[in-house]
T-cell receptor, first 110, second 112 residues
């Protein structure tokens, strides 16, 4: 099956720093999403981005489907950005499985 | 917020007992998914459904069964719970092909 790899697995920042999280996938996909899991365990939708670039405030994401990767940029990080960031891909070929990477755990210190 | 409700939110059960978790949606979405989340593993797919009575296995389906007799409900059953099934379980829904997925609040299950 498709492999989804996220890097780095852990990231520690000081408040105000910028960061880039990466998601690589091993096969063509129909859909790619980024989620933030907050410290209370809730999964929050950040971006639905099968290709191209999107921005939402301090966060932006870029997916290059032909090269099988996506990047999530966090600028001017805040302590509330802490948590785990997941990317998930929807496989092609009719199986309709939504497959997750193992996530990047982000800690933003004040 | 997407209309997804998971129940119960927390459950403690004994080894060997049957357990059923419920995912209820009010969005009339076609696709529904069950995941488990464990430290170091991220979210792993257990089973999913692409319509009423249409289900398929995910990567960690052993020990679990599912049923979907109507669009709005997707049930996950542990026939005989084991300690290895202690986990947080998430339900997700998705509308049409290529659509965005939304998650429920999760169910924390402890098997003692």
């Amino acid at each position: 099956g498709i492999q989804v790899e996220q890097s780095p697995p852990d990231l520690i920042l000081q408040e105000g720093a910028n960061s880039t999280l990466r998601c690589n996938f091993s096969d063509s996909v129909n859909n790619l999403q980024w989620f933030h899991q907050n410290p209370w365990g809730q999964l929050i939708n950040l971006f639905y981005i099968p290709s191209g670039t999107k921005q939402n405030g301090r966060l932006s994401a870029t997916t290059v489907a032909t090269e099988r990767y996506s990047l999530l940029y966090i600028s001017s990080s805040q302590t509330t950005d802490s948590g785990v960031y997941f990317c998930a891909v929807l496989t092609q070929g009719g199986s309709e499985k939504l497959v997750f990477g193992k996530g990047t755990k982000l800690t933003v210190n004040p | 917020d997407a209309g997804i409700t998971q129940s119960p939110r927390h459950k403690v059960t004994e080894t060997g007992t049957p357990v059923t978790l419920r995912c209820h949606q009010t969005e009339n979405h076609r696709y529904m998914y069950w995941y488990r989340q464990d430290p170091g593993h991220g979210l792993r797919l257990i089973h999913y459904s692409y319509g009423v009575k249409d289900t398929d296995k995910g990567e960690v389906s052993d020990g679990y069964s599912v049923s979907r007799s109507k669009t709005e409900d997707f049930l996950l059953t542990l026939e005989s719970a084991t300690s290895s099934q202690t986990s947080v379980y998430f339900c997700a829904i998705r509308g049409t092909a290529f659509a965005e997925a939304f998650f429920g609040q999760g169910t924390r299950l402890t098997v003692v």
